[in-house]
Nanobody, 127 residues
Framework: QVHLQESGPGLVKPSQTLYLTCSVSGGSITTHFYHWSWILQPPGKGLEWMGV???????YYSPSLKSRTSISRDTSKNQFSLQLSSVTPEDTAVYYCARYYSGSSSYLGTLGEYDYWGQGTQVTVSS
């Protein structure tokens, strides 16, 4: 059974950088054709895909967040991480990590195709 667990601070001040980590158990983040994403849900809004790190370490980002987002991984710990810089109160959201299997190098799927999700972590941006 695959399990994803987000961790990180629940409160970040405006202009700072948000750091979150997703710890994965029950499967390797380097296994072919599995892609590991960060997804956010602001209060009262829908899910928004932020970016992905693929099984081979390639990264891709949402155009709207690309300038502020970085995703990396630590294969020795089977973890991947999110950095979101210059946060504002509009970045307040529940942040999820999730897995998508494509069977190919294609990393984009619909949110309904993600088969495992973390429980989500609330991040509030406030001074």
């Amino acid at each position: 059974q695959v399990h994803l667990q987000e961790s990180g601070p629940g409160l970040v001040k405006p202009s700072q950088t948000l750091y979150l980590t997703c710890s994965v158990s029950g499967g390797s983040i380097t296994t072919h054709f599995y892609h590991w994403s960060w997804i956010l849900q602001p209060p009262g809004k829908g899910l928004e895909w932020m970016g992905v790190i693929t099984y081979d370490g390639s990264t891709y980002y949402s155009p709207s967040l690309k300038s502020r987002t970085s995703i990396s991984r630590d294969t020795s710990k089977n973890q991947f991480s999110l950095q979101l810089s210059s946060v504002t109160p509009e970045d307040t959201a529940v942040y999820y990590c999730a897995r998508y299997y494509s069977g190919s190098s294609s990393y984009l799927g619909t949110l309904g195709e993600y088969d495992y999700w973390g429980q989500g972590t609330q991040v509030t941006v406030s001074s």
